[in-house]
């Protein structure tokens, strides 16, 4: 059977970092109180002239270039975003052009933190039904343009960025030591709408609107529908969390990813964490926990990996694959 397997990874990152400190100048916070709460230590904030869409050609190009392709191989690009530079076109087009890419279709997909799940499970999709050979799956966030820098509850907790991966057609024989996307576990609830939202929108305000999230409401939530997608994964699949080499989690809080970690039983050595490096980069968290984690050695051709998130909507998911 056809498997979307992985044949490059890529990142890419605005200059600036901020660091908590910096932050303590902005808000009534301090660096003590957004370490322990959340495990963030630092984030990188897009400057003049960096967008979604520069951040997400840099992180394509990287993806690109470690698989030993050009755009000329990619017959498919999506991009998972909820801060895209234009209401439309879309940034995946806005990205086609940058790597000038005339051929083949590039759309954007929307599901805020658990885009990169949704994403890769669309590309997955495609490659399996016979519709693309070779997708660049980008997520790409410029958060710190729909924060209210005045609301302490939610500045300290975002942070901008891209990652991308090049998802390849190749032949598996249909077990789970096939390289490859083994499975995909995809929900959504708009019943939680107002739990995390942005304020404003072309059709409902004609203004772009800043993000608004009950810190605690999401919290409660999270750990049971991480889990929820985590379980299904590994029934659809028949693994286990034994079997697991790496869990590659959504990047929103350290006790989240710790919390769902201790209840499946995945021991943290297992766990790839880089929330105190990036904060919480919505879509383009896993992608870049994916990168750091790729290159410095930890994640291996034939390592089998998880990944989850959960986040605005609420839209959760999982997919489970062997690198
Ligand atoms: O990626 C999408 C999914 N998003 C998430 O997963 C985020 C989920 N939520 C969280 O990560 C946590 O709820 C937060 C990190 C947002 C907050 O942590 P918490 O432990 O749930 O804190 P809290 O909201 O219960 O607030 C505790 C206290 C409050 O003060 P009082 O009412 O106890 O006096 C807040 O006003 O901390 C206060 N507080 C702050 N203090 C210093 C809230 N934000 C800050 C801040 N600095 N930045």
Redesign the pocket.
């Given at each position: 059977m056809i498997r979307s397997v992985v044949r490059g990874f890529g990142a890419s990152l605005p200059q600036r970092v901020m660091t908590n400190r910096e932050i303590e100048d902005k808000?009534?916070?301090?660096d003590e109180?957004?370490v322990q709460?959340?495990g963030i230590r630092q984030r990188y904030i897009a400057g003049e002239g960096e967008t979604t869409a520069s951040l997400g050609e840099g992180a394509a190009r990287a993806a690109l270039a470690n698989a030993g392709l050009t755009p000329a191989d990619i017959d498919l690009i999506i991009v998972a975003t909820s801060t895209p530079d234009n209401t439309f076109p879309a940034t995946a087009v806005n990205i086609q052009n940058r790597l000038g890419m005339h051929h083949g279709a590039a759309f954007d997909l929307q599901a805020?933190?658990s885009g990169f799940i949704f994403a890769v499970t669309t590309a997955d999709a495609y490659i399996r039904g016979g519709l693309a050979k070779r997708v660049l799956v980008i997520g790409a966030e410029t958060f710190s343009r729909i924060l209210d820098w005045n609301d302490?509850?939610?500045?300290?907790?975002f942070g901008d960025g891209a990652g991308a991966l090049v998802l390849e057609a190749q032949e598996g024989a249909g077990t789970t030591a096939d390289r490859g996307v083994l499975t995909a576990q995809l929900r959504s609830d708009g019943a939680h709408k107002e739990k995390?939202y942005v304020d404003g929108g072309p059709s409902t305000t004609g203004t772009v609107g800043h993000l608004r999230?009950e810190?605690?409401e999401?919290?409660k939530h999270?750990v049971g529908m991480i889990t929820d997608v985590i379980e299904a994964a590994f029934e659809a699949t028949g693994t286990t969390a034994d079997d697991l080499d790496w869990l590659v989690p959504?990047q929103?809080?350290r006790?989240?990813i710790d919390g769902s970690a201790k209840k499946l039983g995945i021991p943290l050595e297992k766990v790839v964490v880089t929330v105190d490096l990036h904060g919480?980069t919505?879509a383009a968290s896993i992608p870049l926990a994916l990168s750091v984690a790729a290159s410095d050695g930890r994640i291996k051709k034939g390592d089998l990996v998880l990944l989850e998130?959960?986040?605005?909507g609420f839209t959760w998911g999982s997919v489970l694959l062997r690198w």
């Open positions: 808000v009534d916070t301090s109180w957004i709460r959340t805020v933190c302490r509850t939610t500045c300290v907790l995390l999230m810190g605690r999401v919290f999270a959504h929103a809080n006790r989240i919480n919505s998130a959960m986040g605005g």
